[in-house]
């Protein structure tokens, strides 16, 4: 066969690399060395770190805000963004204590948080597509609009008495130390990685997120995925209400004050693109392990929270700024 | 045309006109003068912080630090003010500036020369700048009795007629009307805004003009600083906490566009004029203020809708007949 | 006349990732005199302009002014050096005022530095006076109409005292009366002593303003000479730069019955009265110049845009198409003209483009199976020939040919009755160009039926086995194959009943 002939017949490979050194490259492995650091420096700095049941509680810094993180990851790949979120809690939370009221038991009250969030999530998605407001002032508003609403119904007044069997969400333990929280979010994360990366939906978030206008041409209905995507972001943050409810055990309107940058932080961190089109489920959840991990710590070291915000917010320009800086040194 | 021109002013400044109207017509002396006058005075500093971050949506970035740059900047002014009660007032109004424009510039830098998108380079930034101030201040309290009686008179003191916060939110409009106006660089902000490829090809340095931007914005949230903790006379870690989006909030009321290139100075006092007075009418018209967030999140969200509509592309015009009728 | 050159270019290369735009360029402008450069499109005429003005830096080559080397780092260096531009594209603001998108970037200002508007606007009016426009400069730039605009942004070339004005395709949305003002101020700047380099498809204004021409193909220099010693024969030879049948595949076309049926379709701002049959085994040209409302045609049958009129049958029966999805379930597939913001998904891996309509097909129950989309991209990308270096590739960093090539074998693996093909080989290497139109010839000989939106001449004549001409958003002209030739086609889409000479 002569030289032309092999160039014609030539086969394109299916990839150059194997997927191992993939993996090794990617920036999941990266958080996997932070965290696996965070844990190290942890255990040796405070004796109180490795006991069972503190690491136990140290998981609710980072349960409910990474339920929501699960939607938000999609939401943000999606090329939108929603900054209700925490608005959306303080609602849904609202809704299942004004129907403590009418007796409605354990059952009602989760069907109450999750409908009104998934609700809350509708109308985002309305705004979004079928009125085409861009998602980051919609979300503005209804963050006002849905912890307003909250402010309306319970002014500085709140909510208690919720019935004992409600605690469990947020105060069970499935077994031994292991929260409820905690199986529900691993519970949540596998499912949600699958969404993602195994499913022809999960497959044209990423299209959209990288070319709207091509996934459009190609024959994806880019509203209608979009309108899913808030609409599951809700029904998260519905979710998310239940659980810190039931933890809580009261619910005022400033429930969750600041939590949709807090968790859009967590996402960032976890590799999701801003600007859309590339991230992964499982490093949204290392992020989120490593944000608890060492909100944990420092609290171990009496190192006030808003210090630890300092080297969130650092880490999150740095996380960003370090592979820029590299690139540009690396070009010359 | 000039009805067109300026149209969106026009339809909110009569739906403030409309809404004082309504509430004048059952609580009279809400349209006293004075009470005006204190809903102005009420709504100067967030007019102050729309201006600053109008520079930087007009450019298409977004800056959420502001209320944060807020709270450093007036953490540090009230610390110098307490630990030495010696230093001249208008010193410590320029510090505060000095502070909030390094803080502003640092957000241009990032966003300049790293390419970082303006919203995770303001949302670091936030957490930064709020925990600093628990870092200089030990998380204590700078509280009215610790302040200057002169450091805390300023924005009190009335000069004709008007307190002096007012005074400076009208010198700040007017600088803004000139800058916009009168500065090639204020011209600079719509043209990166409204297409920043075509900018380009004007010889407009896009970076460096959301670089400025941004120092602007940051240099009106170190005034703000000294304004908020002299007059609420008190400083803490959370002033100001989640002031940033009412900022935004008032920029989008006012007709400024989040896609950047569509805003005007008259639009965003209007916007945050409209909050100030919702915020200001509650009590007086008996509705709880709790109200307060609903109403402006709604007033958001139909602003929103009306500027969308408004910047809608019909497609191109090609029929002969389509053009004409333009 | 003096020969000795205001500027020139002598050996401009530029290169972009997989095209080379430019390859060792030269070129001399004269005080006083039109330079006509005429080419197809693609040939580098616009990346030319952008060298010419600072927005691109060359590779290699000189740019000499008065016979000195001189550099443009910025738009900015450029106009200090006495070169201004009307662009193609427009770089107009809508939000500003007409004055100050005149002069946005060198407003007059006052000795403090600040904007002297009462110079700005009355420059302004001098300015828009002096090519004829009657705009108030004080009106916002968005209550312009498109014509408006473009006389605006001449008169923002004209606003910098310049040596050296280029003009690129300024007539383009001018009508007739405006077309004849600006020949008018032509001539006046010739006869100011401005060097003018003047790029057109519109070969009777080319004879009619130019002395000196210069032709481009595929990024190089093929000929250049003084006007009075060509003719326009000559000059689309040089364009053109082979026999026509030689490039093109000779097929012979096997038309059957009809596949699709369109008829009364309109748009508020964007056509009126589209009606034509496509019929199978047929490739159906759609000449017409840029802006005459191709496009727009196409993206409304693929569902992208609506019309507010009209029936579409396909195999006689009538569908309704509201979005693409829906067009694709109908076997109506299009490829886009802009192939970086409507075709391929920058980001997302070759084999992943490719399977993108087609998921429902390789997937089982909705979940992803690696294996049958592998097998499937291989499949179509090898029918395209593609050239990469494995299927798990980012498409961007693919050339504009072989994108071109990912994106139809993305729309021949949805086994489509109809593809739309708006310029397919717009901006792609030689070697790609033949290899789509092979392809887009066996693809017609399977039964397949193309409309081909082009506006290279030569093309749609080797090409099409029928044309339908659009001007204005209309349809103008349709030419059997036997009738196809370029003066018709010209003729046709510029909507002149004599072509000057």
């Known amino acids: 066969m002569s030289l032309q002939d092999d160039i014609k017949t030539r086969i394109i490979p299916d990839r150059l690399n194997s997927r191992l050194s993939g993996y090794l490259k990617s920036w999941e492995s990266l958080l996997v060395a932070v965290a696996v650091a965070v844990f190290i420096i942890n255990s040796l700095s405070s004796p109180y770190f490795l006991d069972a049941w503190n690491l136990s509680d140290a998981t609710f810094n980072f349960t409910e805000k990474g339920l929501i993180a699960l939607a938000m990851a999609l939401v943000i790949i999606s090329g939108e963004i929603d900054l209700s979120v925490a608005g959306i809690i303080a609602l849904a939370s609202t809704a299942m204590g004004y129907a403590l009221q009418f007796d409605v038991g354990t059952v009602g009250l989760v069907a109450i948080g999750l409908s009104v969030g998934a609700l809350c999530g509708l109308f985002n998605g309305v705004l979004v597509t079928v009125m085409g407001l861009p998602s980051i002032v919609a979300t503005i508003g209804t963050m006002s609009l849905f912890r307003g609403l909250s402010f309306v119904v319970l002014g500085d007044k709140a909510f208690n008495g919720y019935p004992t069997s409600f605690a469990f969400f947020g105060q069970g333990y499935v077994f031994w130390v292991i929260t409820f929280e905690l199986v529900l979010f691993a519970a949540m994360a596998v499912l949600f990685g699958i969404l993602l990366s195994k499913t022809n939906f999960g497959r044209t978030i990423y299209a959209i997120g990288n070319n709207p206008t091509a996934a459009l041409f190609s024959g994806i209905r880019v509203d209608r995925v979009k309108m899913i995507l808030f609409l599951l972001t809700g029904l998260m943050s519905g979710l998310a209400a239940v659980c810190l409810t039931s933890r809580l055990g009261s619910t005022r309107p400033s429930i969750a004050t ?13 590799g999701i693109n801003i600007l859309g089109g590339s991230g992964t489920i499982v490093g949204v959840v290392l992020a989120a392990l490593v944000i608890g991990m060492v909100t944990f710590g420092f609290g171990l070291l009496n190192i006030p929270g808003i210090v630890m915000s300092i080297f969130i917010g650092l880490l999150l320009i740095l996380v960003i700024a370090l592979p820029i800086v590299y690139r540009r040194v690396r070009k010359g | 045309m000039k009805r067109i021109l300026l149209s969106r002013e026009i339809m909110l400044a009569f739906a403030i006109v409309l809404l004082t109207g309504g509430i004048a017509l059952r609580f009279p002396g809400f349209i006293a003068p004075n009470n005006i006058a204190l809903v102005f005075n009420d709504t100067s500093i967030l007019i102050i912080l729309a201006l600053g971050q109008m520079a930087v949506i007009l450019t298409r970035c977004i800056d959420l630090s502001m209320a944060s740059n807020l709270a450093l900047s007036g953490m540090v002014v009230a610390m110098i003010n307490a630990a030495f009660p010696g230093v001249p007032i208008p010193a410590l109004i320029g510090l505060a500036i000095i502070v909030g424009t390094i803080l502003g510039a640092v957000n241009g830098l990032l966003v300049w020369k790293l390419d970082i998108p303006p919203i995770v380079v303001t949302l670091g930034t936030l957490t930064i700048y709020r925990g600093l101030i628990f870092v200089i201040s030990d998380g204590a309290w700078v509280n009215s009795h610790e302040m200057s009686a002169a450091f805390k008179a300023l924005p009190r003191s009335v000069i004709a007629g008007l307190p002096v916060l007012s005074w400076v939110a009208i010198a700040t409009i007017g600088l803004a009307f000139f800058a916009i106006r009168r500065l090639p660089l204020g011209r600079s902000l719509y043209a990166v805004g409204g297409d920043p490829h075509a900018a380009v090809y004007t010889g407009i340095d896009v970076g460096k003009t959301r670089f400025m931007a941004f120092s602007i914005a940051g240099g009106l949230s170190g005034l703000a600083g000294y304004l908020w903790v002299s007059r609420y006379a008190v400083s803490y870690v959370d002033i100001a906490g989640g002031f940033e989006l009412s900022i935004i909030a008032a920029c989008v009321i006012g007709g400024v566009s989040i896609a950047g290139g569509i805003g005007s100075v008259g639009g965003a006092v209007l916007g945050a004029l409209f909050l100030g007075v919702i915020n200001n009418a509650l009590p007086v018209i008996n509705v709880s203020p709790f109200w307060q967030m609903a109403i402006s999140g709604t007033a958001i969200i139909v602003a929103v809708a009306l500027n969308v509509r408004s910047e809608r592309t019909k497609g191109r015009i090609i029929l002969k007949r389509a053009e004409a009728a333009v | 006349m003096t020969d000795l050159p205001v500027l020139t270019l002598s050996g ?30 693609g040939a580098g005429k616009s990346t030319l302009v952008k060298v010419l003005t600072g927005i691109y830096q060359p590779d290699m080559g000189k740019i000499l002014i008065d016979g000195a080397p001189v550099i443009f780092a910025s738009a900015i260096a450029a106009s200090e050096h006495g070169i201004t531009a009307i662009h193609q594209e427009t770089v107009l603001f809508d939000e500003l005022s007409v004055a100050e998108n005149i002069f946005i970037g060198h407003a007059p200002c006052t000795r403090r530095g600040l904007i002297d508007w009462k110079t700005l606007n009355s420059k302004a009016r001098d300015l828009l006076a002096r090519i004829g426009a009657d705009i108030d400069p004080n009106t916002p730039l968005k209550e312009l109409g498109i014509a408006n605009k473009h006389l605006v942004a001449i008169a923002r070339a004209l606003s910098v005292d310049a040596r050296v004005v280029v003009m690129d395709e300024p007539t383009a949305a001018l009508s007739h009366k405006e077309i004849q003002e600006l020949y008018d101020l032509v001539d006046r700047l010739k006869a100011e002593g401005k060097a003018i380099l003047f790029i057109s498809h519109k070969f009777d204004e080319v004879f009619r303003l130019a002395d000196r021409f210069t032709v481009f193909r595929d990024g190089k220099m093929v000929g250049e000479g003084k006007i009075e010693d060509t003719n326009s024969d000559a000059l689309v030879q040089l364009m053109v730069g082979r026999e026509v049948s030689q490039i093109f595949p000779n097929r012979t076309s096997v038309i059957g019955d009809p596949v699709l049926t369109v ?15 496509l019929n199978k085994g047929e490739i159906l040209g759609f000449y017409g110049l840029v802006g005459s409302g191709r496009s727009e045609v196409m993206q409304a049958l693929f569902g992208v845009t609506k019309p507010t009129r009209g029936v579409m049958r396909i195999g006689g029966k009538i569908v309704i198409i509201r979005t693409p999805a829906e067009a694709i379930q109908h076997g109506i597939v299009y490829v886009p003209e802009d192939r970086g913001a409507q075709g391929a998904v920058a980001g997302l891996p070759i084999f992943q483009n490719v399977t993108l309509p087609s998921l429902v097909r390789t997937s089982r129950k909705g979940f992803i199976r690696l294996a049958k989309e592998f097998a499937l991209a291989r499949e179509y990308t090898t029918r395209m020939d593609l050239r990469a270096a494995s299927l798990n590739q980012d498409v961007a960093n693919l050339s504009g040919g072989n994108q071109q090539k990912v994106v139809i074998a993305k729309w021949l693996a949805t086994q489509p009755k109809v593809i739309i093909m708006d310029e397919p080989t717009k901006g792609i290497d030689v070697g790609s160009k033949a290899a789509v139109h092979s392809f887009m010839a066996e693809l017609v000989a399977q039964g397949l039926s193309i409309i081909m939106v082009s506006s290279e001449i030569p093309e749609i004549i080797g090409m099409s086995d029928r044309v339908i001409v659009m001007r204005e958003g209309r349809l103008v002209d349709e030419l059997a194959r036997k009738d196809i030739t370029a003066e018709a086609l010209i003729r046709a889409a510029a909507g002149i009943e004599e072509v000057t000479s």
């Open chain 1, 258 to 270: 600041g939590w949709e940058l807090e968790i859009i932080t967590m996402v960032v961190l976890g």
């Open chain 3, 12 to 41: 401009i290369t530029k290169t972009f990732p997989g095209v080379k735009a430019l390859s060792d360029v030269s070129l001399s402008l004269f005080p006083g005199q039109v330079t006509a450069l005429v080419g197809e499109n």
């Open chain 3, 263 to 277: 008829a009364g379709y309109d748009h508020p701002t964007e056509f009126a009265d589209i009606g034509f049959t």
